[in-house]
């Protein structure tokens, strides 16, 4: 059986850095990855804190062919939808997610991982997370409230055994950054209309509007995600950061393709609030996988 990375599932660590890398253009892609599995035994801790290693999806298929699945690509282009309104398309060739209980060991972390990769890529894209009020995000609705029950998740985040990448995944890797000031002159009610739910448990309103968010990204439609969305950034520009996983791409595209209404028309109503200003997929391989690239050492 494919072990995964254990870190994708390591929820309820309140404090995040997320390190996306560019791969210097003189630097070999393996040994890039070499350097990326040697820092610790990808299936355990580096001195406490969760590691998830994402790889774009090109350099891991030139690398291990028959270990990922077909389709899986970049985010090499921007989403566009019909009324002009996009998602950019911000692809790095590596990322390292620390998940820790304390930023102190997140932030030790994340120097030592900077440090080893110094001679083989540059730091693209530095963010730190952290939680808000236990499970909610920054619009003060609870985030993650149709993820599968952490016993059923991974056999909806990650690829099954017997095919191509086997206890790997897609992750999705967005930041949405939110405008405070026109989110918060809604009243409670017309927040939960742009939603599709209730803020104070999170009930799905019944009829839900056709362009709220929930329906929007209704997984009953396109597949199941499991999310591990994080709030980040300043007091003055603040978000989501949007972590998502997948066996099958096609899930994520889907999602994102309804969101800027290419797929009704009807563009989701919380992107009038918020707006994506990165966008990555990486692969994720399993412990097994990234473990062949690591050092004897």
Known sequence: MSRP??????????????LEFDRKPDADP?????????FRDPGSTMAGVDVVTGIRPETWRQL????????????????RG???????????????????SGYDVVFDAARRVIDGLAGLASLADETSGWSYHADRDLTGFIDGSENPALLDAPSEALIPDGTPGAGGSVLLLQKWTHDVGRWEALSTESQEKVMGRTKSDSTELD??????????????????????????????????????????QSRLTRMLDSMAGRV???RDALTRYTTPITGAYYFVPSVDDLRSFAPPS
């Open 207 to 248: 009829p839900r509007p056709t362009d709220s968010h929930v329906a929007r990204t209704d997984q009953d439609d396109f597949g199941t995600v499991f999310r591990r969305n994080m709030p980040f950034g300043t007091i003055r520009q603040h978000g989501t950061m949007f972590v998502g996983f997948s066996p099958d």
């Open 82 to 100: 019909p009324d002009g309104f996009t998602m950019p398309a911000t692809q790095h060739d590596l990322v390292v997610w620390l998940a820790g």
């Open 30 to 38: 393996r040994s890039l990855v070499a350097a990326v599995a040697g």
């Open 264 to 266: 009704t028309g009807e």
């Open 5 to 18: 990375q254990s870190g994708i599932f390591a929820v309820g660590t309140p404090s995040h850095a997320y």
């Open 64 to 79: 291990r062919p028959g270990a990922i699945p077909d389709g899986v690509f970049g985010f090499n282009e921007p989403v």
